[in-house]
């Protein structure tokens, strides 16, 4: 069932776990998060990076939707990383639940009033938004930001970003990358907890780079209040991996069997990440059909 992104995390918070936000670019992936949710009976987040919102368009919008509204269990749909009004505008339009409004890559005022600004926008339509403090290193889809530039979140700055802007969700940068970890990851809990005691509880935490996160990491920072991973890393190789095999890559192979052999690799990292996060057999916490739909409705403008 297709359910707000707030919904979820607020769930998630209050219960201590954390929702996994996939990172989807075709129906296989679509499908692989679907179907896992499922089979753990977990609440999951479809989410398209920039790159896969402007490759799929309206097609790759209307499949998440629509997968989401049919799933036995709580889906959102998220916009990850855009820094562009109009897509956030056409996300929000389109039904999506939350759009990541990403404007760390601007000086500090000028990110602090495009954030209110999307945030206003999103409100209107009853979605949330996640901004952006500090800049996280590593690749993701073409987005590349040197370890020199990388810049941890400071909590000052975080309170006083979050009061100006009304922004819902708030990625942390505590030392996580995108993409994989080049050395053993190094987390600043004690970042966190600062904050978290400056945010308070009115404002969702996002970690975005779990893939990698050994456990207890992972557990560590849900104990501190994040409740939002983001995921892309693991779930691409799995796929790539998979049409790389001799059974995929020889020249008679039947593209079905490979399409389904995907779905299953990428299914059972998300699976993985559902148990790793403590969200697997937590579906039941979150809202019924009914309301899901009545949350739907009052999500357009007025």
């Known amino acids: ?35 896992a949710a499922e089979a753990c009976s977990s609440p999951a987040m479809l989410q398209m990076h920039p790159s896969s919102f402007k490759f799929g368009g309206s097609p790759l919008v209307s499949l998440c939707l629509e997968a989401a509204r049919t799933a036995s269990v709580p889906i959102s749909v998220h916009l990850d990383h855009s820094t562009a009004a109009e897509a956030i505008q056409f ?3 389109a039904g999506m639940n939350s759009v990541m409004a990403d404007g760390s890559h601007l000086p500090y005022a000028e990110n602090l009033e495009f954030t209110r600004q999307m945030t206003q926008l999103a409100h209107q339509y009853g979605a949330i938004v996640e901004a952006e403090i500090g800049r996280i290193s590593g690749t993701e889809d073409g987005l ?18 979050v009061a100006a802007t009304q922004v819902d969700t708030l990625a942390v940068t505590i ?14 809990f004690e970042r966190l907890i600062k904050i978290r005691q400056n945010l308070g509880e009115d404002t969702l935490l996002v970690l975005h780079g779990a893939s990698g996160l050994p456990a207890e990491m992972i557990s560590r920072s849900i104990q501190l209040g994040v409740c939002k991973f983001n995921v892309n ?5 799995a796929y790539m991996t998979m049409l790389k095999s001799e059974r995929c890559a020889a020249s008679d192979a039947d593209l079905i069997p490979c399409m389904e052999d995907s779905i299953a690799a990428m299914q059972q990292v998300v699976m ?24 739907s ?5 007025a």
């Open 1 to 35: 069932m297709l359910t707000s992104t707030r919904e979820l995390l607020e769930t998630a918070r209050r219960h201590i776990y954390a929702i996994g936000a996939f990172n989807v670019y075709n129906l296989e992936g679509v499908r692989a998060v679907v179907l």
């Open 91 to 93: 996300a929000l339009a």
């Open 144 to 161: 590349s930001v040197a370890e020199k530039e990388a810049k941890m979140t400071d909590p000052a700055e975080a309170k006083a970003f």
């Open 175 to 188: 030392g996580n990358v995108h993409g994989e970890y080049k050395s053993e990851p190094r987390l600043d």
């Open 233 to 237: 890393t693991e779930v691409r190789q």
């Open 272 to 295: 993985d990440k559902m148990q790793l996060f403590g969200s697997a057999q937590k579906a039941h916490l979150h809202q019924t059909p009914y309301a899901a739909l009545l949350t």
């Open 297 to 301: 409705a009052l999500r357009r403008p």
